[in-house]
């Protein structure tokens, strides 16, 4: 099969795509024949050798796939030959197969298109655990959302104001703020623009109760300016590339709470959660309150044009390839 291989640490553009075996399931694992792949921000980081996590190498990248079930290993129930599936998967999803452990697979809706499915997984997941395990929303409270036409930006508007929040959204130009308006945020701020603090200031009167950082960096260190007393400030990632401090007297003296939400490490010490959040996710999908946007698909051959695209911030939304 043809797939996307890492041998050494490297630049996206040092990706070689290779004639490598058809990957055969092992015990509780199935085999996906893969449509469509999802490009997460962090695979760039894995890629480079930048993540938290560090794969022996050689390996394929990405971690989401939709497609449909082509072999069972030993053990598995409830998945037959032909299933449509998403799942999380196992040795990389930039291939024509893919493995998943058969608990990191889902059945998915019929109106689901395979692209929507990969683009699902990971960025609605944490954004349903960031707000279901690591805070809470109360309807009316408002909720600003960093790099919000992002992926995960993207899934904490459409989740958090399903949840009742009222939603201020920041992203770098005048296409994504569109963007997020469009989405069902009540304002959009240009956060290249520094007015963004005083505007979430003067719409909220006391400042964000939820802060949605995926950004990191400068936006943080701003973000603590313009939250509200008693505010949750979600630590989600650096995608600007610089991890933020900050001195505890800002969390004392507002009553503050700096939260990190890192999905994939509490999905190790929970497994059980990710079906119970996918069978709530699916259903707020059917009702129509979640959409994934894939604003780009690419072939799987075009994926360091992909990539590209994501690093450089020209993407809305997710990315898909499709196979
Ligand atoms: N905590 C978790 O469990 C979890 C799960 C998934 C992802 N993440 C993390 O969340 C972050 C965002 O991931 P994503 O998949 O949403 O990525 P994405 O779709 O590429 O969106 C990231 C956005 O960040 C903004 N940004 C600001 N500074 C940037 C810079 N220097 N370079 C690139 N983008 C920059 C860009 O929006 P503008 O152009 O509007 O500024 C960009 O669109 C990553 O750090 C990722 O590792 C965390």
Redesign the pocket.
């Known amino acids: 099969m043809k797939a996307w291989r890492v041998h050494e640490f490297c630049e996206p553009e040092q990706m070689q795509l290779e004639d490598i075996p058809v990957p055969e399931p092992k015990a509780g694992e199935v085999r996906i024949r893969n449509h469509a792949a999802a490009?997460?921000?962090?695979d760039i980081?894995l890629i480079q050798g930048k993540?938290q996590v560090k794969p022996p190498r050689p390996f394929t990248p990405g971690s989401e796939v939709a497609g449909t079930i082509d072999a069972v290993g030993e053990g598995v129930e409830g998945f037959a030959v032909g299933d449509r599936v998403q799942a999380s998967a196992l040795g990389g999803s930039y291939a024509e197969y893919s493995l998943a452990a058969a608990a990191k697979t889902f059945k998915i809706p019929d109106a689901m298109s395979y692209e929507e499915a990969a683009a699902m997984l990971?960025?609605y997941q944490?954004s349903y655990?960031?707000f279901t395990k690591r805070t809470t929303i109360t309807p009316g409270e408002w909720l600003l959302v960093?790099?919000?036409?992002?992926?995960?930006?993207?899934s904490a508007m459409q989740i958090g104001k399903a949840m009742g929040a009222r939603v201020i959204a920041?992203?770098?130009?005048k296409e994504?703020l569109d963007f997020c308006m469009e989405q069902g945020a009540e304002a959009a701020l240009n956060?290249?623009d520094a007015s963004w603090v005083d505007e979430v200031k003067k719409i909220t009167g006391r400042g964000a109760n939820v802060i949605y950082d995926?950004?990191?960096?400068e936006?943080f260190d701003l973000s603590t300016k313009c939250i509200a007393p008693e505010g949750r400030l979600l630590?989600?990632?650096?995608?600007?590339?610089t991890i933020p401090s900050i001195a505890a007297n800002r969390i004392l003296l507002k009553n503050i709470s700096v939260i990190?939400?890192?999905?994939?490490?509490y999905c190790e010490l929970h497994p059980e959660f990710m079906a119970e959040a996918q069978a709530d996710l699916f259903a707020m999908y059917e009702a129509g309150k979640i959409k994934p946007i894939v604003s780009q698909t690419f072939k799987l051959e075009e994926a360091i044009t992909a990539l590209q695209a994501?690093?450089?911030?020209r993407?809305?939304?997710?990315?898909v390839l499709t196979i």
């Open positions: 490009l997460n921000f962090f980081l993540y990971v960025i944490t655990f960031t960093h790099a919000a036409a992002g992926g995960v930006g993207m920041t992203a770098g130009s994504k956060y290249r995926p950004v990191g960096g936006i630590v989600i990632g650096f995608a600007g590339g990190g939400s890192y999905w994939g490490g994501l690093g450089t911030r993407t809305i939304g997710k990315v």
